[in-house]
T-cell receptor, first 112, second 117 residues
Framework: NAGVTQTPKFRVLKTGQSMTLLCAQD?????MYWYRQDPGMGLRLIHY???????AKGEVPDGYNVSRLKKQNFLLGLESAAPSQTSVYFC???????????FGPGTRLTVT | AQKITQTQPGMFVQEKEAVTLDCTYD???????LFWYKQPSSGEMIFLIY??????QNATEGRYSLNFQKARKSANLVISASQLGDSAMYFC??????????????FGKGITLSVRP
């Protein structure tokens, strides 16, 4: 199993550009999550999904959109990137409530 | 709302000694779970240990144990016999009971641990 993979690993955007981050998991997990990690802030939840076709807002959803058309994929979109969205983005998945989250390796995004 | 508090500044420990990393939480749920993750300088998130709110015994995983004090709402991580490879950022996290909105984890801001040789 590849576990949780994220594409791309690094990206530099200019203000106003758009992009999509792809998260894929091959463990048949129901729950998937997108976080951002900033220095001194820990991990903050952007959006999450409790199953195929469902999405919900987390703690910091503004400026991001998500879709989960297939159970194994969870996409995070930035429609108009801003410097405040410079961060490391982590995707995670888990099979149930009493199980740990499995994290992807992260995507380092810089918006200039 | 759920809240995780990790207020220790950077922690230092001598190799082979034990260290406790503090975590306090706040929730109105009766059923919840507590997790600890490690993030080394390479950046990946590594799951360490889990404690359910109804678990009668404190969780242990190798050199990691969780000192769960429900009445005090604390879930401290104890690392025994510290190794140089334990130097990392450590995050405490909590999930609420039920499904839907409570399926998410709330993370603390993390604690940096440095192990001295």
């Amino acid at each position: 199993n590849a576990g949780v993979t994220q594409t791309p690993k690094f990206r530099v955007l200019k203000t106003g550009q758009s992009m999509t981050l792809l998260c894929a998991q091959d463990m048949n997990h129901e729950y998937m999550y997108w976080y951002r990690q900033d220095p001194g802030m820990g991990l903050r939840l952007i959006h999450y999904s409790v199953g195929e076709g469902t999405t919900a807002k987390g703690e910091v959803p503004d400026g991001y959109n998500v879709s989960r058309l297939k159970k194994q994929n969870f996409l995070l979109g930035l429609e108009s990137a801003a410097p405040s969205q410079t961060s490391v983005y982590f995707c995670a998945s888990r099979p149930g409530l009493n199980y740990e989250q499995y994290f992807g390796p992260g995507t380092r995004l810089t918006v200039t | 709302a759920q809240k995780i508090t990790q207020t220790q500044p950077g922690m230092f420990v001598q190799e082979k000694e034990a260290v406790t990393l503090d975590c306090t939480y706040d929730t109105s749920d009766q059923s919840y779970g507590l997790f600890w993750y490690k993030q080394p300088s390479s950046g990946e998130m590594i799951f360490l240990i889990y404690q359910g709110s109804y678990d009668e015994q404190n969780a242990t995983e190798g050199r990691y144990s969780l000192n769960f004090q429900k009445a005090r709402k604390s879930a401290n991580l104890v690392i025994s016999a510290s190794q140089l490879g334990d130097s990392a950022m450590y995050f405490c996290a909590m999930r609420g009971g039920g499904t839907g909105a409570n399926s998410k984890l709330t993370f603390g801001k993390g604690i940096t641990l440095s192990v001295r040789p």
